[in-house]
Nanobody
């Protein structure tokens, strides 16, 4: 089993920044891709960004392009999402997840372990 715990969420003003962390425990995550997803109220869950097992390849979906950066530290078993220039439409519950694959994908079905989520609210 893998346990994933997100932290770093909270309230930010438009234009501000937040850094989400996802600490993994239990079985190793270093051999697998990981990703960030989000779900806003009344909307379906959507893929935000993914990173392959080594951190050498990343993919940003439209919500993240140009403003969000995914990274990982396998020595610390931790995944990150740096979010800059936040907008109110970025308000959502953000989840980290571990894939069953070594290469990142945007398909939620490829991810087998999920955290409980970190709330991000962007408001003035």
């Amino acid at each position: 089993q893998v346990q994933l715990v997100e932290s770093g969420g909270g309230l930010a003003q438009p234009g501000g920044s937040l850094r989400l962390s996802c600490a993994a425990s239990g079985r190793t995550v270093s051999s697998y891709a990981m990703g960030w997803f989000r779900q806003a109220p009344g909307k379906e869950r959507e893929f935000v960004a993914g990173i392959n097992w080594s951190g050498g390849s990343i993919y940003n979906a439209d919500p993240a392009k140009g403003r969000f950066t995914i990274s990982r530290d396998n020595a610390k078993n931790t995944l990150y999402l740096q979010m800059n220039n936040l907008k109110p439409e970025n308000t959502a519950l953000y989840y980290c997840a571990r894939s069953q694959c070594s290469l990142h994908t945007g398909r939620g079905d490829d991810y087998v372990y999920w955290g409980q989520g970190a709330q991000v609210t962007v408001s003035s």
